[in-house]
């Protein structure tokens, strides 16, 4: 029974690069979340995204991000042309149907390291 | 906007030592409340939760209520293990635009001892 899996698990990039960070959800589960722990900080939502749609993205940068939850394969986050600030924990959790309070499961996160 | 705020860490005991982690929260309305704990190297769990004033969340000996007047959700536990040894998270829901957009606390780390 698998859980939420997130890969890489850590992930450095120089300023200017690209990255692209995966998370395949639990078996079953179409809805994915992706949050962001900047450090000394809490997890803040990004992105809330079901198959093929994204249905919030009202955390997410105006600049330079973006994420995507195809028909087939893993959910996406890519950010391009990394800055420093950008240096953060991903995390993504998934959960079976869409409503308040429904229960997350959380993946171990990708940690992202900009030099 | 909504936010959370809890203890900062480490928190070291010793086995079998009573654990309180303090968390106050700020929201419009009425907001579900949880925990989550993350043992190393694994994400995220959620350990209880409380949807209304006055509900106890429990779960693996660990209790919290959520109190309304003074907006608070402290995590307790009688007496704690060496297995216990995680970072705790408070987090609420503010249950606007529905799915699951949860404000996060900072973490607390919590270490036992032998």
């Known amino acids: 029974n698998a859980g939420v899996m997130q890969n890489p698990r850590h992930l450095v990039r120089r300023r200017g690069q690209e990255a692209r960070l995966r998370c395949s959800p639990m078996k079953g589960h179409s809805h994915v979340y992706w949050y962001r722990q900047l450090p000394e900080e809490g997890l803040k939502f990004m992105v809330y995204?079901?198959?093929?749609?994204?249905?919030?993205e009202s955390g997410m940068p105006k600049e330079r991000f973006s994420a995507e939850f195809p028909k087939e394969g893993p959910s996406i986050l890519r950010i391009q042309q990394v800055v420093r600030g950008d240096s953060a924990a991903y995390f993504c959790a998934s959960s079976t149907r869409q409503g308040t309070n429904e229960k997350l499961f959380f993946g171990s996160g990708t940690q992202l390291s900009v030099l | 906007g909504d936010s959370v705020t809890q203890m900062e860490g480490p928190v070291t005991l010793s086995e079998e030592a009573f654990l309180t982690i303090n968390c106050t929260y700020t929201?419009?309305?009425?907001?579900?409340l949880f925990w989550y704990v993350q043992y190393p190297g694994e994400g995220l769990q959620l350990l209880l939760k409380a949807t209304k004033a006055d509900d106890k969340g429990s779960n693996k000996g660990f209790e919290a209520t959520y109190r309304k007047e003074t907006t608070s959700f402290h995590l307790e536990k009688g007496s704690v293990q060496v297995s216990d040894s995680a970072v705790y998270f408070c987090?609420?829901?503010?249950?606007?635009?529905?799915?699951?957009?949860?404000?996060f606390g900072t973490g607390t780390q919590l270490k036992v001892e032998l």
């Open positions: 929201a419009t309305g009425y907001p579900s």
């Open positions: 995204l079901q198959k093929e749609n994204i249905i919030d």
């Open positions: 987090a609420l829901n503010a249950l606007t635009g529905g799915g699951n957009k949860l404000t």
